[in-house]
């Protein structure tokens, strides 16, 4: 079964609820202000967004807080014919030839440790003008990596796109009901280079049609952070690669149009 490196499946259990449970639905409902907000930015808020924590989920694995939403900048504009090339944000990491400290939560255990390894592993072999170094630092990390644990289909989910300022987005949040040493899933790596993409500047390969990757879904807009044509790459489908929208639960090393990509913007 295909799942979204964040998503959300809700289901109606109940015809009726007591009062607590009506004020505790209401507090969840996302408000007419902030859906304005995000339409106007270039968001698909018809499917994928959520009350989440202090915050929200938009297009299922991107975490905004209030105040991200009200720094949203005005859409982008794209191409019209794009479906499944490679995309980049308007803001991307600077200051390069640069490392990139990345902290991992050490309560994930060895094999996600080893999955944190291999993945950048896959973006140093390619010579890119950022280097990813692991730190035990948590406070010295560009990106952290962090848990937590929930019963539902969210993988995890990034903290957004590179800033204005030229920094990647933190933290990075991965669900040990998934990633843990018992389940052990195949995609482990690819989840977290896909975040870490997401970070220092990609969009999903198939953010024009969703459903290409998830099955369902249509076009994530340009989400005031802008989608821009990586040249190079593939002007069809661009089939396993790491940046598409949802997981099938395999591994997938970065394809030969990735490393254009990835090469191309750094």
Not at 18 to 46: I, P, R, W
Request: proline content about 3%; overall charge negative.
């Amino acid at each position: 079964m295909k799942k979204m490196y964040a998503s959300c499946c809700v289901a109606m259990l109940f015809a009726a609820f007591s009062c607590n449970e009506q004020e505790a639905a209401k507090s969840n409902e996302v408000s007419s202000d902030v859906v304005a907000k995000l339409t106007a930015a270039g968001f698909d808020t018809s499917e994928g967004l959520s009350r989440y924590k202090n915050g929200y989920m938009v297009e299922y694995d991107v975490f905004l807080t209030d105040h991200d939403i009200e720094e949203l900048s005005s859409p982008v504009s794209v191409s019209a014919v794009a479906e499944d090339e490679h995309y980049r944000t308007t803001n991307i990491v600077t200051s390069t030839p640069r490392t990139i400290y990345v902290y991992m939560d050490p309560g994930f255990g060895s094999y996600m440790q080893s999955a944190f390894n291999t993945a950048l592993s896959r973006y140093n072999a390619l010579g890119l003008t950022l280097t990813f170094q692991a730190t035990t630092n948590a406070s010295a990390a560009d990106i952290q990596i962090l848990s937590f644990y929930e019963a539902s289909n969210t993988l995890g989910f990034s903290a957004g796109f590179p800033s204005s300022s030229g920094d990647p987005a933190s933290p990075i949040q991965l669900n040990t009901y998934y990633y843990n040493n018992s389940s052990q899933r195949a995609d482990a790596a690819t989840v977290i280079a896909h975040e870490i993409g997401h970070a220092i500047g990609f969009r999903h390969t198939d953010y024009m049609r969703r459903r290409y990757s998830c099955g369902t879904g249509g076009t994530e807009g340009s989400a005031g952070v802008g989608a821009i044509y990586i040249s190079g790459t593939p002007t069809g489908p661009s089939a396993n690669s790491w940046m598409l929208a949802c997981s099938n639960g395999t591994d997938r090393p970065f394809t030969s149009a990735d490393q254009t990509a990835l090469t191309t913007l750094y």
